[in-house]
C-alpha cells in the first residue's frame, strides 16, 4: 500500500522540481510513456510538473502520488490502451483507476485519481473538488491553455520546457480530439470536444441540448 503522507515519501528533482520518487510514480510515468505519442507524453509531464510547482507555491497540502497519477495519467484516454466508447475523459479514468488498483492504491485515492481524471477538462467543477483534483487542472491549464501562465516562475518553466519541449503540441492534441469527433461525435456533444468538431471537423452536427429539453415527452 502506497503512502498518503507525502512529507514522509522520498523525492527527486525533476527538470528542477521537486517530485515524489516512489515506485508507483515510477510506474505510471512508465506506464504514460509506453501508451502516449511523443507529444502527449510531455505534455503530461509538463502538466504535472507545473501542478507540483503551483502546490509548491501556493502551499497547498495534499497528497503527492496522487496528484502525480492523476497528472500523469490524464490524456490516457487519448491513446489506443484506454480508447473506448465513452468520452474520453471517462475512459481514462476507469483505466487510470484500473492501474492504480493494480498497484494497490486503496479506495479512497483511487476515487481521487479518477475524478482527477474524468474532470480535468472541467475547470468549473474541478477546481473546486480536492486539492488533488484542483491542483491536478491547474497544472493542466497551464500547459494545455497557458490559463495560470504567470504563476510558474521563469526559471521552473524554462527548465521544465527544455526538459520536456512541446513537439507541437497543439497540432497533435487538435488531431486527436478531432479525430474523437470523426470516429465517436456523440461522446463530444456535452464537453470541450465540441468546439473542435463544429470549427475544424466537416459534417459534424451536434445536437442542441434546449431541443431535448423542449421535445421532451411530458406536457406542461
Known amino acids: 500500500m502506497t503512502s498518503n503522507n507525502s512529507t514522509q515519501t522520498p523525492t527527486r528533482l525533476l527538470a528542477g522540481v521537486d517530485v515524489p520518487d516512489t515506485p508507483l510514480v515510477n510506474s505510471a510515468i512508465a506506464f504514460a510513456r509506453d501508451h502516449s505519442d511523443a507529444y502527449l507524453f510531455n505534455h503530461v509531464m509538463r502538466s504535472w510538473l507545473f501542478a507540483a510547482v503551483i ?3 501556493k502551499g497547498q497540502p495534499h497528497d503527492a502520488e496522487v496528484l502525480a497519477v492523476s497528472a500523469l495519467l490524464h490524456d490516457i484516454g487519448l491513446t489506443p490502451v484506454a480508447s473506448g466508447a ?4 471517462v475512459d481514462g479514468a476507469n483505466a487510470a483507476r484500473a492501474f492504480a488498483r493494480e498497484h494497490s492504491v486503496d479506495e479512497r ?3 481521487l485519481i479518477w475524478d482527477s481524471i474524468a474532470l480535468n477538462s472541467t475547470p468549473s467543477i474541478c477546481l473546486h ?3 488533488e483534483a ?3 487542472v491547474q497544472g493542466v491549464a497551464v500547459d494545455w ?9 521563469a526559471d521552473k518553466m524554462a527548465s521544465i520546457l527544455a526538459e520536456f519541449p512541446r513537439l507541437k503540441f497543439k497540432q497533435g492534441f487538435t488531431q486527436a480530439i478531432c479525430g474523437i469527433c470523426e470516429r465517436h461525435p456523440e461522446t463530444t456533444y456535452d464537453n470541450f470536444a465540441r468546439d473542435f468538431g463544429e470549427r475544424l471537423v466537416p459534417g ?3 445536437p442542441s441540448l434546449v431541443d431535448a429539453l423542449q421535445g ?4 406542461e
Open 55 to 57: 502546490a509548491r507555491t
Open 86 to 89: 465513452l468520452r474520453f475523459e
Open 109 to 111: 485515492r483511487t476515487q
Open 129 to 131: 473538488k480536492e486539492a
Open 134 to 136: 484542483s491542483l491536478c
Open 145 to 153: 491553455g497557458g490559463w495560470g501562465f504567470d504563476a510558474i516562475p
Open 204 to 206: 459534424y452536427r451536434a
Open 216 to 219: 421532451a415527452p411530458f406536457e
